[in-house]
């Protein structure tokens, strides 16, 4: 177990809240993420994806007074637009929300709520750490771009495979029950434009993003054999899957 001096605080400007109103909120947000909401829960963590399970966005749902989801806020109109392709049908209204986002890393895992004083750490931290564990905020550039598995995220924590059918289900239970293992995720930063040429041939780029004038890239590949010892000075992370 952590102790408090173990635990990061941070404050998370670029991040809003949409807002889920309606007799039947829960019902309709238990059809559309992975995770199980069911039961109030201050920060449950779950991805929402489209028929092909390709992620819309990772979200951390609050379910208390108000049913609540915390996103990346270049992201909020994205996933509003594709739920309320299905809240007319619960009769919900969404809204997107600026309040206070806190992020917390205890040293093993994050949690994102909106019950956190401002913090001293700022998102470009946050979005740091979180990138290198393989567990990134989806913003807009990346939204329907990828599959869970191709951002490396740990499916036990984002998605219930006990609970009802929910938007992507089939593709995503997939992944974990027939897709293959014999690949391996890995994170380089200030690529040249060659060197992003020679991963290309060997694997696919996931994305980019720029973090204090650094840009990183997320790439998956088939085969990593000699590849980070190619790049080592640029490889900052790498994950087998």
């Known amino acids: 177990m952590s102790s408090n001096l173990d635990i990061s605080y941070f404050t998370l400007n670029d991040y809003c809240t949409l807002e889920i109103t309606g007799k039947r909120c829960l019902e309709f947000i238990q059809g559309q993420a992975s995770g199980d ?5 201050l920060n449950k963590d779950v991805l929402f994806c489209d028929e092909k399970g390709f992620v819309i966005t990772n979200a951390t749902v609050i379910n208390s007074e108000t049913l609540e989801l915390i996103i990346k806020d270049d992201v909020a109109e994205i996933l509003k637009r ?25 040293g093993v895992g994050f949690t994102k709520t909106t019950f956190m004083p401002k913090a001293s750490n700022n998102s470009n931290n946050w979005d740091l750490l979180k990138l290198l564990h393989f567990d990134v905020d989806i913003c807009n550039a990346m939204s329907l771009k990828n599959r869970p598995n191709e951002f490396g995220y740990n499916l036990e924590k984002y998605v219930s495979f006990t609970k009802g059918c929910y938007r992507g289900q089939e593709i995503i239970a997939r992944l974990k029950y027939l897709g293959s293992k014999n690949y391996t995720l890995a994170i380089f930063k200030d690529l040249t434009a060659d060197e992003k040429n020679e991963l290309l041939k060997i694997g696919k780029e996931v994305f980019e993003i720029e973090l204090d004038n650094i840009l990183y890239g997320q790439y998956i590949f088939k085969s990593f054999e000699n590849t980070d010892k190619l790049f080592k000075s640029k490889l900052v992370a790498s994950q087998s899957a």
């Open 37 to 41: 909401i069911s039961d109030k829960t």
């Open 82 to 106: 594709e739920l309320e392709k299905y809240s007319k049908f619960y009769k919900c209204e969404i809204g997107i929300k600026e309040k206070i986002i806190s992020g917390i890393y205890d």
